[in-house]
């Protein structure tokens, strides 16, 4: 299943957001990649979701303070229970327009009933 990209979610990162060496901590991005992945999974589902995996998460380049980060999602799949969804990472360092990719990832949430179990996906 193939959809187009689309953004799902920009911040502008923040000193909070920052490791020991300055540069923006690992999994304030992860926690971004799933929040817009959760962003586009919700428009395939009324569903509650939960994720269950994030694949190969690999940081090509850093980002730094200041740096808006654009987070744009695509549809990967839609299972029985389970969607996947492309998450495409790229910021735009201070005082530029051009986006640069940064990483990027496969996540997957499972469709769950009231009790926390496996449910149907209907879209």
């Given at each position: ?28 991005i ?48 839609i299972?029985?229970?389970?969607i ?22 496969e ?17």
């Amino acid at each position: 299943m193939k959809t187009e990209q689309s953004l799902a979610i920009r911040v502008l990162l923040l000193p909070k957001d920052t490791n020991a060496l300055g540069t923006i901590f690992g999994g304030v991005i992860l926690s971004h990649i799933d929040l817009a992945a959760a962003v586009e999974a919700r428009r395939h589902t009324p569903h509650r979701l939960v994720t269950v995996a994030m694949r190969e998460v690999v940081f090509h380049r850093p980002v730094y303070l200041g740096d808006l980060v654009s987070f744009y999602t695509r549809l990967v799949r839609i299972g029985t229970t389970s969607i996947t969804v492309h998450v495409d990472v790229r910021a735009e360092r201070q005082g530029t327009t051009e986006e640069i990719g940064v990483t990027a990832a496969e996540v997957v949430y499972v469709a769950v009933d009231e009790e926390g179990k496996k449910r149907p996906v209907h879209r």
